[in-house]
């Protein structure tokens, strides 16, 4: 824009009311905010008495400082050699008022005189000694308006726009690019702002900046090398000051190297082959179509020859004229905006034949016996052999009875599908038959193939297994044994079953498959190796397989167990110091049926006497009513019967013990009492409610003892038929005046009794099988076996720690329950004992001049290993712990001793010190010490468990 200069409207110098420094200034008015972009200068008439330090500055009228430029001098001399001083402001700056101060101010510690450029001698001097200021407001300024420094204002304007800019392709990696800038003073060039746009992002972004402060004309260049294969790149440059952005000056579009296409397959179509691929590049002119071809299979391929082209974006070709043996390749070509033209690698098709006749079909389904149900559909597959690569068109198929003939017409005549399969509808075949079946098909070509060779299939009936046992109802045994039915129409034979065990969360317990025969008709049975536990559900399924190898569809029978455990057994233990033996004694309790209540409650009650009660009488007294009287005696009594409700009851008995001898008939019923008494105060006035059900209405007979049969009572009690139950009552149902006594206080055991007879609550204890922890180790089973009720002995425990055991007695369901574990630490302090035999019943005890050195290792063996020189020793996984023993052995137990080392199979060894292994003995030799006893050494070799 130039220089615009101030000429007076308030210009002229001045300076500060307060002395501190001295100013010259210009007030520029006028400033416009599209054109507040400024550069300033100042041409200042006046002249130095020395050098001074100045500074230019601008201020807002409000007072507020804006800028300021560098410290510059102003040398000596007159107004001559002043005159048009220039200075700018180091930056531009955004004026926001319309008004600003522009001037200079002086260092005020140097002195100066200001004259006009008239020459007119209007002067001032001052002199200051303050340091150098900081831009300061203008309060306080003098001004003299005949007089004035010159002050201009230069404003700059938004940049022009670069120019003609180009880029050149590099490599797909590196693209150059250059431009002109057309920067001058009035719009200089503050930054220049490179951009690409690319076809991954579709975005412009900044990938280059130039931040030089340019005022000419001139050359920009900058090499991209951030671009890639496969992409559309375009570029544009602008310029940038305070004013401003210029305009975009933009290239064309550039690309790199198209992406080649890919999945390249040739199919052929009737006459044709069509040539199909993925486009894989952003942008391409064409795709370029090559063929290659050879005369005859397996000959020699002629070469690639351009066959082709199509506009880019195409996926795909067809080749009118194709060879009988061809295959095709496609690549991605870009030209339009690249010279030279940009090509993509080559991808390489199929190889295509002219259409043929297939080859017979393979792979027929069901072949070779196959064996399905004639009552289910069943899909018949095959492969279709094309020898010109063409899918299957269409399809024939028929089939006949062994040793029958094929129909004239197939039963699938040339049916359109390109299927290899078809699901032949249920009962199209006939059960108890074998059949052949063979097939045909068609490809693109006109002729279909020779009929594959046949397959055979046999149809028969599903068999079927019906569970029988166990049943719904509880099972009563915790080893599960399931039973079927097997029936086969065709009277096929059962050849193998699938039995599944599952718990009521239908989690897979055990599964047991195996061959067994059974003829139709007949039972099957498997035994499952699970335990079950008592009062739990459970499922089993069941599948049966034919002679033929057609298996039933699944059945499944659920059951719940309930089977009884026998007693629980009790264990106590002996230790033998002699033998080192532990005597185990096993208790088995009984299995309890009968059970004999004695009354809780007992008394009478007579009606002659309503208000009395007679709990203290020690005699119970039964009375009928004679005819036409009152009399009335009634038995009341309670027995605590909680215990049988639920249990099954086999049979039930009150008996009383008769005081006086019966002298006349009477009959007499039980009721049950409904509400509750107390016999200490019971009364005829006060009788609890009974119900009116007679149970055992009998006549009374001679002798020591009456009995009423409770069966029915208590079994109404134990389903819970009768839930108020409080007691019983005796009531007389003659009416001749009998009188019948019982119970004598005087006579021990003449109380009330109801003997109680239930189903077994546990099973008879079969046999016991006794297991021995040592020093908290694993169990292991001492002997299995054991009957009931005896004492057996462990000859082998540990004879320097603790040995913990216990017993398992088990039913003939069988059900078991375990005693508790009982211990017993036994230290033999300096004791040793090897033992033999059967159960190692045998032993000997070494005592005396013990020696013993112990070594720890793993077997080692030598391999001989190809291609090696020499073996190699290696260690194998067994672990060897030898111990070298020596102990006086006395005479007496001399041939104990060989007797040991002479059994078969392997010895026990124990010591005090806590050892005790199985063990084999070797090296064994005896030197006589004296006439008492011997020394016996031997090598002692640990065993991990017994020799097999």
């Not at 001698?121 to 203008?138: C, D, E, H, L, Q």
């Not at 190809?866 to 005479?891: E, H, M, W």
Request: net charge negative.
């Amino acid at each position: 824009m130039g220089w615009h200069y101030s000429n007076g409207g308030g210009a002229g110098y001045a300076w500060s009311g307060n002395n501190t420094y001295n100013q010259h200034c210009a007030l520029i008015s006028g400033l416009s905010a599209d054109t507040a972009i400024i550069k300033i200068y100042v041409k200042a008439a006046g002249y130095n008495t020395g050098t001074v330090s100045t500074r230019l500055a601008c201020w807002n009228v409000g007072g507020s400082a804006i800028a300021q430029s560098s410290t510059f001098s102003m040398a000596d001399g007159n107004e001559s050699t002043q005159f048009n001083y220039e200075k700018s402001v180091s930056t531009p700056y955004i004026i926001s008022g319309t008004s600003i101060w522009v001037g200079l101010y002086r260092s005020p510690s140097e002195s100066h005189i200001m004259e006009t450029d008239s020459g007119s001698g209007n002067g001032y001097r001052k002199t200051n000694t303050a340091s150098f200021p900081s831009i300061a407001s203008m309060s306080g300024y003098n001004t003299d308006t005949n007089d004035e420094p010159y002050v201009g204002v230069f404003m700059i304007e938004a940049p022009s726009a670069p120019n003609s800019l180009q880029v050149s392709r590099n490599s797909d990696t590196s693209q150059t690019l250059q431009w002109n800038r057309t920067a001058s003073d009035d719009d200089p060039y503050y930054n220049q702002y490179l951009e690409r746009w690319d076809t991954n992002s579709q975005s412009w972004s900044v990938i280059h900046t130039i931040t030089t402060d340019y005022t000419t004309t001139g050359t920009n260049s900058y090499t991209d090398t951030t671009t890639v294969a496969n992409r559309q790149y375009r570029y544009r440059v602008r310029a940038w000051n305070n004013a401003g952005y210029s305009s975009y000056s933009s290239t064309v579009y550039i690309h790199t190297t198209p992406a080649k296409p890919t999945n390249v397959v040739a199919t052929r179509v009737g006459d044709n082959v069509e040539i199909t691929w993925e486009d894989n590049s952003y942008y391409e002119d064409i795709f370029r179509i090559q063929r290659n071809y050879s005369l005859d299979e397996g000959e020699t391929w002629e070469g690639w020859a351009n066959l082709d082209t199509v506009i880019g974006g195409n996926e795909e070709y067809t080749d009118t004229d194709p060879y009988t043996y061809s295959k095709y390749r496609v690549q991605a070509e870009e030209g339009t905006y690249q010279s030279p033209t940009l090509e993509s690698g080559y991808t390489e098709s199929n190889e295509v034949v002219t259409l043929s006749t297939p080859d017979a079909p393979t792979g027929l389904s069901p072949n070779g016996g196959a064996v399905f149900d004639a009552d289910e559909a069943k899909t018949f597959t095959w492969n279709h052999n094309p020898t010109d690569q063409t899918d299957q068109t269409k399809f024939s198929l028929t089939y006949k009875l062994s040793g029958g003939s094929y129909p004239g017409t197939d039963p699938y005549d040339e049916e359109v599908s390109t299927n290899e399969y078809i699901e032949i509808a249920a009962e199209t075949f006939t059960n108890g038959n074998d059949y052949l079946w063979k097939c045909k098909t068609w490809g693109e070509y006109a002729t279909g193939s020779a009929y594959s060779d046949e397959a055979t299939f046999k149809c028969v009936s599903r068999p079927v297994g019906t569970i029988f046992d166990p049943s719904v109802s509880d099972y009563v045994y915790s080893e599960l044994t399931v039973q079927w039915t097997y029936t086969q129409a065709e009277a096929e034979d059962q050849k193998t079953y699938l039995c599944k065990l599952y718990d009521s969360e239908d989690a897979l317990l055990e599964s047991v498959q195996a061959s067994q025969v059974v003829t139709n008709g007949n039972t099957g049975s498997c035994t499952f190796g699970t335990a079950l536990e008592n009062e739990t559900t459970y499922t089993v399924t069941l599948q049966v397989q034919e002679d033929n190898g057609l298996w039933s569809a699944e059945t499944e029978q659920e059951f719940t167990t309930e089977f009884l455990e026998p007693m629980q057994p009790s264990i106590s233990l002996n230790l033998n110091e002699e033998s080192g033996s532990i005597d185990v004694a096993i208790t088995n309790p009984e299995v309890v049926t009968e059970y004999a209540e004695e009354s809780t409650q007992d008394t009478y009650i007579d009606s002659d006497n309503s208000g009395t009660n007679y709990n203290d009488n020690g005699q119970l007294q039964l009375e009928d009513d004679t005819a036409g009287g009152t009399t009335l005696k009634r038995i009341l009594l309670d027995f605590d019967l909680s215990f049988f409700v639920g249990k099954t009851i086999v049979s039930a008995q009150l008996n009383l013990y008769r005081k006086t001898a019966l002298v006349a008939g009477i009959d007499s019923a039980v009721n049950y009492i409904k509400s509750s008494w107390d016999e200490a105060n019971v009364t005829h006035g006060t009788v609890p409610t009974i119900d009116t059900t007679d149970y055992d209405d009998h006549t009374h007979s001679a002798g020591d003892t009456e009995s009423w049969d409770l069966t029915t009572l208590l079994e109404d009690i134990a389903d819970e038929t009768i839930t108020d139950y409080e007691g019983m009552a005796i009531v007389a149902t003659t009416t001749d005046g009998s009188v019948d006594e019982f119970y004598d206080s005087t006579i021990t055991d003449s109380e009330p009794e109801l003997l109680v007879e239930i189903s077994p609550l546990n099973a008879e204890t079969d046999h016991n099988v006794l297991y021995r922890s040592v020093n908290g180790g694993d169990w292991e089973v001492v002997e299995t076996d054991i009957p009931e009720n005896t004492t057996v002995t462990d000859y082998i425990p540990n004879i320097g720690g603790n040995n913990n055991y216990y017993v398992q007695a088990v039913s003939d369901t069988p059900s078991t329950n375990n005693s508790v574990e009982v211990d017993i630490d036994v230290l033999m302090t300096g004791m040793f004992f090897i033992n033999g035999g059967n159960g190692f019943e045998n032993y000997v005890r070494l005592v005396g001049d013990i020696s013993i050195s112990e070594s720890i290792n793993r077997n080692e063996k030598i391999k001989q290993f190809a291609g090696r020189t020499y073996p190699v020793k290696y260690q194998g996984n067994s672990k060897i712990q030898q111990l070298a023993f020596s102990a006086d052995c006395p005479v007496t137990k001399y041939d104990d001793l060989v007797e040991i080392l002479e059994s078969i199979g392997d010895v026990f060894y124990r010591d005090w010190r806590g050892r005790w292994f199985y063990a084999l003995l070797y090296g064994s030799k005896f030197d006589k010490k004296d006439n008492l006893a011997y020394q016996f050494s031997t090598n002692i070799n640990r065993l991990n468990g017994g020799v097999e």
